[in-house]
């Protein structure tokens, strides 16, 4: 059984940094893409970044240039850096992994990440 634990949500002040990290346990398949969604309050979720086992990333145009994505592979952990956070980066982040090629989607709690202007 996957599991998916969040960790690095907070509030911060708008131009702050703010590092998510989650680490997967369990049933890891060696081939997966690692993401991070978010959902504001009353809006849809929606992809922020995400990153495959080979390390090609792909990102939201609204955080183009400020997060990073990353994973370390020996650890079965991904990493969200975020820099230059404005308000509406606030929301619930989530952890996804999803599976290759089976298409599996595993989440995580989710962790709340609110910036305050």
């Known amino acids: 059984q996957m599991q998916l634990a969040e960790s690095g949500g907070g509030l911060m002040q708008a131009g702050r940094s703010l590092r998510l990290s989650c680490a997967a346990s369990g049933s890891i398949f060696s081939l997966n893409v690692m993401g991070w969604y978010r959902q504001a309050p009353g809006k849809q979720r929606e992809l922020v970044a995400a990153i495959t086992s080979s390390g090609t990333t792909n990102y939201a145009d609204s955080v183009k240039g400020r997060f990073t994505i990353s994973r370390d592979n020996a650890k079965n952990t991904v990493y969200l850096q975020m820099n230059s956070l404005k308000p509406e980066d606030t929301g619930v982040y989530y952890c996804?992994?999803?599976?290759?090629?089976?298409?599996?989607?595993?989440w995580g709690q989710g962790t709340q990440v609110t910036v305050s202007s």
């Open positions: 996804n992994l999803r599976s290759v090629p089976a298409g599996t989607n595993y």
